[in-house]
């Protein structure tokens, strides 16, 4: 294949720019229907890739006769900026020719990303961080079994959740993913790693410590992150609740319908809404977290010795928390009333979280 020689590579391809000549192979192809007040149009987008990357693209023409996989030339394109990426753009101006003999082994680029920008708007990133918590399971998939890898990826900015299907992950190894798949699942970000992604163990260290952050600043899911604040109110529901010993779901009544025979367990739970100046936010957060903060241990917990109730439990949380400034450590998770911090960990602002926390606001005021 001998390319002609006013043609571009799409990795050499780095700002807005007319007169586009390139050769590419059709990765994905979509023909779409506008309506508008000036009528009724047909328009076409998809992804195109050459041996240097790949690079999304719009054509208001295009042959009927391609189809994903062909090999073709685009002349006098042009290339300019939407939602932050490059696209290609093809109008009545520009050529189209299929090079059905033409074979092109694309590399596929991806955007990277740290952490805490991860989203499902680009489905599909490149990105740094350390694993943690692995746990390695087997399942039977169409016959053959298949080796997952389930833990954490973290980096300096945040934590999000990570599987690894028959991609064997090291604990605490440092690792660049290069097309992993971002998605969520009950409000939870989470980061895939399969066959097709190209994964690498590098020698970086990652400093992790508190990830501090402002209310005003989040609007994703992202886990492992700090907010310091004050808890200004107690949800009425906070308190003593009651669970299955055996399924472990919520009881409203003594007995669990399913199990009634079985004696239920004593859990505790709270919700609050913590303001740091910036915003608020609502916060979750169980008996781990509650039981250092109230005093409690598990024999006080014990639903055949226990004399505590739901009143002096909804007490002791309404002390410990209301109007106190607090630092709370957790992952947050997205709903349809919005985000939601599930905390880990709750402690008394300290001396050494005040200094991170002026750090902070010196670096975005800078």
């Given at each position: 294949m001998i390319p002609d020689m006013s043609q571009v590579k799409i990795g050499d391809i780095k700002?807005?720019?007319?007169?586009?000549?390139v050769r590419v192979k059709v990765l994905s192809l979509n023909?779409?229907?506008l309506h508008n007040q000036r009528g009724d149009s047909i328009y076409?987008?998809?992804i195109v890739g050459d041996d240097t990357g790949t690079i999304s693209f719009t054509a208001w023409t295009f042959p009927?006769?391609?189809?994903?996989g062909d090999v073709i030339d685009i002349n006098n394109a042009y290339v300019k900026e939407f939602n932050g990426k490059l696209r290609l753009y093809v109008d009545s101006r520009s050529e189209v020719i299929l090079r059905p003999k033409d074979e092109i082994e694309v590399r596929r680029s991806y955007r990277e990303f740290k952490v805490k920008d991860l989203n499902t708007r680009d489905a599909y990133v490149s990105v740094k961080g350390r694993v943690s918590g692995i746990r390695v399971t087997e399942q039977e998939r169409d016959g053959q079994k298949v080796t997952i890898y389930s833990g954490y990826l973290e980096d300096e900015t945040g934590r999000v959740r990570l599987t690894s299907f028959d991609v064997p992950l090291v604990e605490g190894g440092v690792y660049q993913f290069e097309g992993a798949r971002v998605s969520e699942y009950n409000g939870i970000l989470r980061v895939t790693v399969q066959n097709r992604t190209r994964v690498s163990q590098v020698t970086e260290e990652i400093s992790m410590g508190k990830r501090y952050y402002s209310i005003s600043e989040l609007n994703d899911s992202i886990g492992g992150i700090t907010l310091t604040g004050f808890a200004v109110t107690v949800g009425e529901k906070s308190g003593i609740i009651y669970r299955c010993s055996v399924c472990n779901r919520v009881i409203e009544e003594v007995r669990c319908p399913d199990h009634p025979i079985d004696v239920p367990k004593m859990d505790i739970f709270a919700y609050f809404t913590l303001d740091d100046g910036t915003g608020t936010v609502q916060c979750t957060c169980g008996r781990q977290v509650l039981m250092p903060l109230l005093g409690l241990t598990d024999a006080d917990l014990d639903f055949t010795?226990?004399?505590?109730?739901?009143r002096t439990i909804s007490g002791r949380i309404?002390?410990?928390?209301?109007?106190r400034a607090i630092s709370v450590e957790g992952d947050l998770t997205k709903?349809?009333?919005g985000l939601t911090l599930r905390a880990r960990s709750i402690s008394y602002i300290s001396k050494d979280d005040l200094k991170e926390i002026s750090i902070m606001i010196q670096e975005e005021i800078s």
């Amino acid at each position: 294949m001998i390319p002609d020689m006013s043609q571009v590579k799409i990795g050499d391809i780095k700002a807005a720019t007319e007169n586009v000549d390139v050769r590419v192979k059709v990765l994905s192809l979509n023909q779409r229907e506008l309506h508008n007040q000036r009528g009724d149009s047909i328009y076409f987008s998809g992804i195109v890739g050459d041996d240097t990357g790949t690079i999304s693209f719009t054509a208001w023409t295009f042959p009927s006769a391609i189809r994903p996989g062909d090999v073709i030339d685009i002349n006098n394109a042009y290339v300019k900026e939407f939602n932050g990426k490059l696209r290609l753009y093809v109008d009545s101006r520009s050529e189209v020719i299929l090079r059905p003999k033409d074979e092109i082994e694309v590399r596929r680029s991806y955007r990277e990303f740290k952490v805490k920008d991860l989203n499902t708007r680009d489905a599909y990133v490149s990105v740094k961080g350390r694993v943690s918590g692995i746990r390695v399971t087997e399942q039977e998939r169409d016959g053959q079994k298949v080796t997952i890898y389930s833990g954490y990826l973290e980096d300096e900015t945040g934590r999000v959740r990570l599987t690894s299907f028959d991609v064997p992950l090291v604990e605490g190894g440092v690792y660049q993913f290069e097309g992993a798949r971002v998605s969520e699942y009950n409000g939870i970000l989470r980061v895939t790693v399969q066959n097709r992604t190209r994964v690498s163990q590098v020698t970086e260290e990652i400093s992790m410590g508190k990830r501090y952050y402002s209310i005003s600043e989040l609007n994703d899911s992202i886990g492992g992150i700090t907010l310091t604040g004050f808890a200004v109110t107690v949800g009425e529901k906070s308190g003593i609740i009651y669970r299955c010993s055996v399924c472990n779901r919520v009881i409203e009544e003594v007995r669990c319908p399913d199990h009634p025979i079985d004696v239920p367990k004593m859990d505790i739970f709270a919700y609050f809404t913590l303001d740091d100046g910036t915003g608020t936010v609502q916060c979750t957060c169980g008996r781990q977290v509650l039981m250092p903060l109230l005093g409690l241990t598990d024999a006080d917990l014990d639903f055949t010795k226990s004399r505590l109730d739901t009143r002096t439990i909804s007490g002791r949380i309404e002390a410990a928390l209301l109007g106190r400034a607090i630092s709370v450590e957790g992952d947050l998770t997205k709903g349809t009333n919005g985000l939601t911090l599930r905390a880990r960990s709750i402690s008394y602002i300290s001396k050494d979280d005040l200094k991170e926390i002026s750090i902070m606001i010196q670096e975005e005021i800078s």
